[in-house]
């Protein structure tokens, strides 16, 4: 995933500013990444570059650290958060299916961003609703029974309200 | 510390510095004790091999010859029924998910797995677990180094080696299953900094890192 130069400079200064507070010692490690990541929604690599440093560190030390935690993420969000429900329900109903299923169609991987920043996909622990099983959360909205082919379903209805939006929004500005 | 001592490991007295870590005193008096994750001047020690287990008289629990100081008068037995299990199955575990290609790997006859399982008679190929390939790319991007991820047992030499020596440019990296050790973004060790002085290389107790013939 490619950051923009506007993307890469928001990193480095709202890390360099983070950083500004705490001191070297490896406690502050974590705390200063999730900083990062509350300011910025993610942890790009110029940012882990910057806390190495601040701390005195090995960068792969930081990206070990990233990497452990499911809570980081290292793109971008997307307009569209998939996240896919891995917990024991959904996982007896097929949820790495499900997964395999967004995968392809999106052709990204789990933790990953489309290229064009509409969708990200996750994997997340039971999302409380284990009768709709295998679940699918997208933003805020619960999508139960999911099978592949609703998964092309659910983008075929995201773009057709993509289309009447732009649709509509022209003719505002026709107006 | 300084104060020589003596004890004894299977019926045999030792003498040694006293603080020393028995894992070391032992193999200096030609007792084998199985390791992969511990180095003798380091002061870090990870026991995460889970290797190197001796019986200690007057400890309820076997316990790692890594980590535990020597002391005048300590009785060690190196193996016993309850250390033999316990290395039969950590092996079990390292192996379940190192790949066995010893006929084409560079350490084949000086791998540290090849002679654990020679000493404790175990089996290279696991008996009752299934082998998990990772199934990752060999990285040959760096000069004289070759990078096998998937014959890795992740005791860590080459991470220390790398930050003595080289550009620290090697870690661990992500949890569990896909612990791995890595560069920065994971980025081919070519293009991570490295400098290709074969240290990695050269700590490496298997096949993983080896260098370029």
């Not at chain 1, 409380?128 to 379903?153: F, L, Q, S, Y």
């Not at chain 2, 870590?21 to 994750?37: E, K, S, V």
């Not at chain 2, 190197?52 to 060690?76: H, I, N, Q, Y």
């Not at chain 2, 290609?101 to 020679?118: F, H, M, T, V, Y």
Request: net charge neutral.
């Amino acid at each position: 995933m490619k950051l923009t130069a506007e993307e890469t400079r928001v990193a480095v200064d709202t890390t360099r500013d983070i950083l500004s507070g705490p001191n070297d010692s490896r406690g502050n490690l974590i705390p200063v990444l999730q900083q990062v990541q509350k300011k910025l929604g993610y942890v790009p690599p110029v940012a882990m570059q910057e806390v190495a440093a601040h701390f005195n560190i090995p960068a792969v030390d930081v990206y070990g650290v990233i990497t452990f935690y499911n809570q980081f993420r290292l793109t971008p969000p997307g307009k569209n958060q998939i996240k896919i429900c891995m917990g024991t329900a959904c996982h007896m109903r097929g949820a790495n299916i499900i997964q395999e299923a967004w995968e392809r169609r999106l052709k990204i991987k789990v933790g990953e961003t489309t290229e064009d920043r509409e969708f990200s996909l996750e994997r997340v622990a039971c999302v409380g609703c284990c009768t709709m099983a295998p679940v699918v959360v997208n933003n805020e909205e619960v999508n139960g029974k999911i099978t592949p082919t609703r998964v092309d379903g659910l983008l075929f209805s995201y773009e057709l309200d993509k289309k009447n939006a732009a649709a509509e929004g022209g003719e505002d500005n026709g107006q | 510390m300084g104060n020589q001592i003596t004890f004894t490991v299977d019926g045999k007295i030792i003498n040694a510095a006293e603080g020393e870590m028995l894992l070391w005193t032992a193999l200096d008096n030609d007792i084998y004790i199985p390791h992969l994750c511990g180095e003798r001047n380091e002061k870090e020690r990870p026991a995460s091999c889970r290797l190197c287990f001796v019986e200690v008289d007057g400890r309820p629990a076997p316990m790692p010859a890594c980590t535990l100081p020597v002391s005048e008068g300590l009785v060690v037995k190196t193996r016993s029924e309850r250390v033999d299990a316990l290395v039969a199955a950590g092996f079990e575990l390292l192996m379940s998910n190192h790949r066995l290609d010893c006929k084409n790997c560079p350490a084949n006859g000086n791998c540290e797995l090849q002679r654990i399982a020679k000493a404790r008679k175990l089996r290279l190929k696991p008996k009752n677990l299934p082998v998990l390939d990772k199934g990752l790319p060999v990285d040959d991007s760096a000069p004289g180094i070759l990078y096998d991820p998937n014959k890795c047992v992740l005791c860590g030499r080459c991470i220390r080696a790398c930050r003595h020596s080289g550009n620290g440019v090697l870690g661990f990296t992500r949890r569990g299953f896909e612990r791995i050790v890595a560069t920065f973004g994971d980025l081919p060790l070519g293009d991570s900094g490295c400098q290709g002085c074969g240290d990695c290389a050269e700590a490496c107790p298997i096949g993983a890192l080896a260098k370029k013939a």
